[in-house]
Every structure is written in structure tokens, then in C-alpha cells.
């Protein structure tokens, strides 16, 4: 029984455990003192550093880790103190117990910055008390950032408990079960977010920005930009891995909503499924006229299930046929940007595609504060569609 | 960075993340595959095709006055960039598409300009570069003048927008900065004109406007009342290097102190500007210049010390003398130290010294900004428990390093009161430690964007070179006489005296 009651955690990753809140603030500060007398034997200092708060809902032991082995990648640009409230799945039958555990980790870069780390590990149904044991233990000034590693769910406390600290939200809809659908929670939550009180960000929208940069890039072309008016078809595909199983078109559905939000597309067809997976459906330009949209999965080696593996957009003018092709070539690294006029390449370049990890992906959202009202858009524009 | 003229709308480029691409353009390097286009600007190209921060469409046409061919000229840059890139190995992928479209046009006489200009329409049509142009001066400076005739007489500027960046020196003194304006001019409005002062695109010399001007604490007590005087120091432990040619002409006051020194002078002395836009800051970075107390040619041993190095050590290393460095002349006068007492006369820094020297084979290489703030009015701990209290200083480091320091009292802990300088530090790259991009992709990204805001205007420069004029003069007289100290030291005791005439000392940096 005591088992059940205080769960195994793995003090090397996690630190010791401590009693109480207060507790754990003196155990920081001996640790620090401990690795600050450390590094002066090694002839150098340290810094604590710390530009913002990182708080971590997980619900898997997996998820929990990575966010520990993220954030120590993260130290080096974004100090921060790291706290994971990792809860249980199943609750029923447990009775309700919070143990602490802190650590001060040192960089195995060689970097001679620390940062803190503290774990809440929950067991049962404590949702309604998680935030009286985070609200102290943030560092008092410094911007809050939630990091939801599942799909966020409606009407539940602790979500709400944890956002109202927020100012900023971090999903990744790559996880998301089924993104017609989440997308839509997500959708909804950033309307209701009418104040802008904290910012929505999804690490498949960030992981598009090149994808974005690129697209919009033709359309710097005066010739080109009148293209953005008549155009009859857009084809986006995606990553998926060799049996096909996990579709997670995501990004690829982002992308399109990007494109219909910033372009006044209307819905026509709500997401229809269409050959191996893909979805097929038609919008409506500003002037009325249909576009085909058409997301395909795709297997190629080198690209990670959901992501973005190419691109074309083709539109009429006159009676000559242009098309902005975005592809992954020579290598999965790099993409092959070109514009056909009636099948003869106008114009070609190739650029480098960084494929970033999640801590990197991490890293550029936590140097944005506010929100992000083109996602917000792109986001509304699917709304519709489911 | 300040808003730029705002590109013909593309609705795909709006939201915070995509706006730093420029509009598509045509760079036209003069002097192509001179040491400055191959060790910086082809590197800073390069890099931003890199980071996607180059428009889609892009060409760069190389103009020199000796012939080559496209592949020629390409395999030159490859090879520079392959060896100064600050990223390494070079990307052949998307090197190979960048250099689809570089060009090179030999431009000896008019019927090169003219090919030059054919070449240009062509490229507007061929890579859809919408007819703006970016000339930029990587010449040496004498070359600066024809080539900007050159391009008003052969029509070059393009159908979009047209623009050219000149490089440092911008003019040897103030007759020769106005007039190179004055011809600048007759191709360009000074809107289209980016001089270069590449320690402007530094991140931490912006930062300096950052920490002044985007916290609440520090300006109301950033003036004459709590400050006691402003130390501002660029050292360099280099000598002059294989650069003998154009530092005997320029010496330290030239190629440092009437640029780089003075910018950093008008950024800690500015008032707040109204918004950070191109316009705002430079207008109050050039009050700040016509309020610097001129220093008369009467004045100049008063307040002004040259030096030039001698042999000594540099990190245990025997070097020599500046008379024995090659391609100096055994009896030169260049100086290679320079202290200067200077005042700016306003409200805000009425009677507050800001003490500057800079010179080679200092040292260490170090760049800061210290100010110096009045003790406490009030002695409230007696003498023996506060023997190791200094006043409070903030240090704005630029390089190497980058950050900023306080220091403050604070009681040691023992029984008893003893009390101790102690040093609050923040170092930049310890909270985001990140590569700062190079100076020089900064400057090009800004000017293909339009964004001045970094670059130096025509008063500026005027305003410079006024200061610096008298006090060349002067020295051309030798007065006073030209002071030796050793490689190695902290510059010669004539600037120690003229620190301690004071009442003050030199920091240690």
C-alpha cells in the first residue's frame, strides 16, 4: 500500500525530497552555495540567472523528463526556474498526496550558469490544490510560462488553475490526438482570451515559420504578388511514417488556415477525408471563386511524421498558369523553392532548413512575451473547417 | 529596430515573426572583391542567405575597375566566404543558388558604367529584383567620389528604391566629409545615404540605448546631479598590424576617437529621444555633438594627451615599437594613444569631465562605458569601518565580455562594521547566450530594409569632424609633444595627470 502512496522518483533526475515549501527554498539556496564553493575550486564563478518561470503539466513519467533534459538545454539563454507538476492518469482509488523534490542541476555544457528545478509530484485527485503549491514557488516578477504537454482539455480546474497564473501557453498540436478537433479547443480558447491575458503558442506553429518565410518571400515580388488574388489550388503535404498509421496533419492544416486568414479565404466544404489519409476540400477565394485544397501524407525518409515536407500553390493569370513550389530538395535539410510559369522555372533558390528540437522550438517561443495574433487567425480559420 | 518605409502590402508578411526580410533588391558592390567585400560583406551575405533573412529574389553585382568574368568573380568570393564566414563549412547547396545570381561588370571607364547599367535592368528582369538598388562603397575612399559621379552621369539608379552605404573614413576632416556629401548628394537625398559606423550594429552598443531608455531607474539619475564624471575607454592590445598605410594618415583620433569614441559619447549623453525611429535618435545624438564643449587650439595641451607606443610586452610576448612596426616611417608622428577631457554643455551634464582614451597595444582588448556617481552627501559610518567603500559605478562593457556592472557598499560579515565595495554583475551572455550576429549583417540587413536609424547622418559626421578638427591642428604643431609609453602599459603618464588634474583616476578596465 505505502507504494501507492509515495510513488518511486528517480532522485538522480529529480533531487532529493523535502518537506515543505519553505523547506525547499533553503535546500536551493544550499545547493547553490554548494555549486558557487564548486566552481571557485575550478578557478570560476557561477551565475544564478533566472529570466522566467517554466511551469510543466505532465501527465506521463516521459513527458516529464523531457521537459527537465529541455530546460537544461534551455539554461543557457533561458535561465529559468523549472517546476513539473507531474500528475497521475488514473486517480481513482489514490489517495491525494504532493511530494517535492528540487535539484540544482549543473550544465553539462560547461556553462557556468545554474538554474533550479523543482518537481510537484501529485498523485490522485488533487487538481483543485496543484496551484496552492505552484503560486509559491514561482520567482516573484518574472513572466510565467505554461508548458501543457498533452492535449489541453475543456472545462477542466487545474487547466484553468494553472493558465489564470499564465502568461503565456505552449502546446504542440504534433501530439494532439485529433487535431480537427483540438485545433477547434484551441480556437476557442483564444477567443475567449478576449483581454489577451496570456498568449497562445503551439510548437507546430513555430516549427511552419520557415515554411511561412518562404511562401510569403515569392509574394515579395511585385510581379508575383498579383498572383495572390487568383489563386485556384493549394497542395500541402505532410510526414508520415512508413505503415501510414499515425496521421497528424496539423501543421499542414495550419498552414492552410495561415494562407486562408491572411488571404480572406471562405470555408466552402467542411475537412473531408480523402485517399490514404489526406483530407480534400474546396474554399473560397475573396472574390468567390473556389480554391482546391488538397493536404497529402507523405513518406519520405529524414521528415518527422506531421511535418511539413512540401508545398505548391498554383494560380491563374491570364492564360498563363504560375505555380510557387516549395520542396524538399536536394535533402530533407534543405528546401528547393522555385516559380514555374506554365511548367518553365522562373526563378530558383535554395535555402537551409533547420530542423530544430523540441528545446530549440522551446527556446524561440520563450523570447516571445505576447501573443500571436496571426496564429490566433490561422486558428480561426480552421474553426470553421472542422 | 524602427519602422522602416512600409513595403506595397503583402498580406503574408504581417504577425511579429517574418518581418525582418527585406523588400527583394540588387546589392552593387564597388571595389567587389576588395579585403573589405571579401573578409565582411560577402561573409554577412552569405550568413543571411543562411538564416533565410534574404529576400527571394536577390542578386549581388560586383563592379571593380580590373576585368573578370561571372565565374571568376563567384569562385573569388566562394573561396572568401569558405574562409571568413563565422559559420563553417560553407553550405554548398545554398551557396550555389545564392551565386546563380552574382554578376561582376568591370567598370574602368564610361563604357563599363554602361554595360554596368545594362547589366542591372537585366537583372531587375531576370531574378524580379523590382529596380532597387543598394550601391555600397567598398572602395578605398579616394575612389568614393567618381564612382557616386558615375552612377548619377550613367543613370544607374533604378525604377524602386535606390540607396548607397559608404564606408569609414567618411572624409578626412570636415571640408572633405562636406564635400564628399555635397557630391553624394547630387545623386541622393540623404534619406538614401547609410554611412557606416559598423560599432552601431553591435548588439551591445544598442543595448546601451536598451538599458537607458527602456527602464525606469536609471534616467533620473543619469545627469551632472548624481553623476560625478564618465570614463570611456577603447583599448586594443593590436598594433597597427599590416594596416600601416592608412593608420599613418589617420592615427587613433581618426580611426577611432571622431567616430566610434564620439558615437559612444552621444549615446550616453543623449537626451531621450521621442521614439526609435531613424529620425528621433540621430536627431538627439547630433544635440548632443553640438553641445560638446569644443576644445580650441589653445586649449589642446590642456586637455588633450598623444601618445605613441613603444617596444614592450604584450601577454608575455616582446613587441615592437611603433617606428619599427613595417611600413611605418622611423620618424612618424601618428598617434596610436589618445586621452581627452571633454565636457558637454547642457543642462544634464553641465560640469561633468567625461574622460576618454583609447589606443593600441594597451593591455587587454576592452571597450566600456563607466559612470562614475558622487558619494553618499552624508557620512553616516566612520572612517576606519568604511576604508574600502568606493563610490557606486555602473560599467557598460561593450566588448569583450558584454554587460553591465554596479558596484555598491555592502557590510562585510562580521561582528562589527566594516564595509566593502562590492560588484553586482550582469553579463549578457549568461542570460541569452546566443552567437550576436555580426556587426555587418545587422547594417546590411537595416539598409536593404531602409532602417537609418544605425547609421550616421551628414550633421553627424559634420559635428564629428568640427570636434576633431582644432585638436588635429594643434597637433600638427606638435603640441603637445607626442608622449612614448611602452606596449604593454595603460598609455603614457601624461594621461594619468591629466585624469589626476582632476581629482580622479583611470579605472582599471
Known sequence: ?386 | MSTAAPPAANPLREGLRLARVPQPATIVLFGGSGDLARRKLLPALYNLALQRLLPASFAVVGAARRASSDDEFRKELHDAVAEFSRTKPINEEVWGAFAQNIRFVATPDDAGYESLRAMLDRVDAEVGTNGNRLFYLATPPQAYIPIVRAIGAHRLRGPGWSRVVVEKPFGHDLPSAMELTSVVHEVFREDEVFRIDHYLGKETVQNILVLRFANGIFEPIWNRQYVDHVQITVAESLGVEERADYYEHAGAMRDIVQNHVLQLMALVGMEPPAAFDDRSVRDEKVKVLRALRPIAEREVAARTVRGQYAAGFIEGKAVPGYHDEPGVSPDSKTETFVALRCFIDNWRWEGIPFFIRTGKRLPKRTTEIAIRFRVAPHRIFNKESSEGLDANELVLRIQPDEGISLTFGAKVPVQGFRIRTVNMDFVYGASFMLDAPDAYETLILDALRGDATLFTRRDEVEQQWAFVDPILAAWAKDVPALSPYPAGSWGPAEADTLIERDGRTWRRP
Not at chain 1, 578557478?43 to 537544461?72: F, I, K, Q
Not at chain 1, 500528475?87 to 489514490?94: A, I, N, S, T, W
Not at chain 1, 496551484?131 to 487547466?159: H, Y
Not at chain 1, 491570364?318 to 523553392?337: N, S
Open chain 1, 1 to 386: 500500500m505505502a507504494s501507492a502512496l509515495t510513488p518511486v522518483v528517480d532522485e538522480k533526475v529529480w533531487g532529493a525530497e523535502v518537506p515543505t515549501i519553505s523547506s525547499l527554498e533553503r535546500e536551493l539556496a544550499r545547493l547553490r552555495r554548494i555549486a558557487g564553493a564548486h566552481a571557485k575550486e575550478q578557478g570560476h564563478t557561477v551565475a544564478r540567472a533566472a529570466v522566467l518561470n517554466l511551469v510543466v503539466y505532465a501527465d506521463r513519467d516521459g513527458h516529464a523528463r523531457r521537459a527537465a533534459t529541455s530546460t537544461s538545454r534551455l539554461s543557457d539563454r533561458h535561465p529559468s526556474r523549472l517546476i513539473v507538476v507531474y500528475g497521475d492518469r488514473v486517480r481513482e482509488g489514490v489517495d491525494v498526496a504532493i511530494q517535492l523534490h528540487c535539484h540544482v542541476p549543473r550544465p553539462d555544457d560547461g556553462s557556468h550558469i545554474y538554474y533550479e528545478q523543482v518537481l510537484a509530484r501529485v498523485r490522485g485527485d488533487a487538481d483543485d490544490r496543484i496551484a496552492s503549491v505552484v503560486i509559491p514557488l514561482l520567482v516573484p516578477d518574472l513572466p510565467v510560462f505554461l508548458w501543457w504537454t498533452g492535449t489541453p482539455p475543456e472545462d477542466a480546474r487545474l487547466f484553468d488553475d494553472l493558465i489564470a497564473l499564465a502568461d503565456r501557453l505552449i502546446v504542440d498540436s504534433a501530439d494532439f490526438a485529433r487535431p480537427d478537433r483540438t485545433l477547434g479547443i484551441m480556437a476557442n480558447l483564444a477567443r475567449t482570451n478576449h483581454d489577451r491575458r496570456f498568449g497562445i503558442t503551439d510548437l507546430n506553429w513555430t516549427r511552419l515559420t520557415p515554411w511561412r518565410e518562404l511562401v510569403a518571400a515569392f509574394f515579395d515580388v511585385d510581379a508575383w504578388r498579383p498572383c495572390l488574388d487568383t489563386i485556384v489550388g493549394v497542395r500541402v503535404g505532410f510526414g508520415v511514417d512508413a505503415d501510414g498509421r499515425d496521421i497528424h496533419p496539423s501543421q499542414a492544416l495550419l498552414l492552410v488556415g495561415w494562407l486562408a486568414s491572411r488571404l480572406g479565404w471562405r470555408t466552402i466544404d467542411s475537412l473531408a477525408p480523402s485517399e490514404a489519409g489526406g483530407l480534400l476540400f474546396r474554399m473560397a477565394r475573396a472574390d468567390g471563386a473556389p480554391i482546391t485544397v488538397r493536404i497529402r501524407p507523405r513518406f519520405e525518409r529524414g521528415i518527422e511524421p506531421g511535418d511539413t515536407s512540401g508545398f505548391r500553390l498554383q494560380a491563374k493569370h491570364g492564360d498563363d498558369l504560375y505555380e510557387f513550389v516549395l520542396k524538399r530538395a536536394p535533402d530533407p535539410r534543405h528546401v528547393t523553392a522555385t516559380v514555374l510559369v506554365n511548367g518553365a522555372t522562373r526563378s530558383l533558390r535554395i535555402v537551409p532548413l533547420p530542423a530544430p528540437g523540441i528545446d530549440e522550438l522551446l527556446r524561440e517561443e520563450l523570447s516571445i512575451v505576447g501573443s500571436d495574433r496571426v496564429f490566433e487567425d490561422a486558428l480561426q480559420a480552421l474553426v470553421a473547417l472542422a
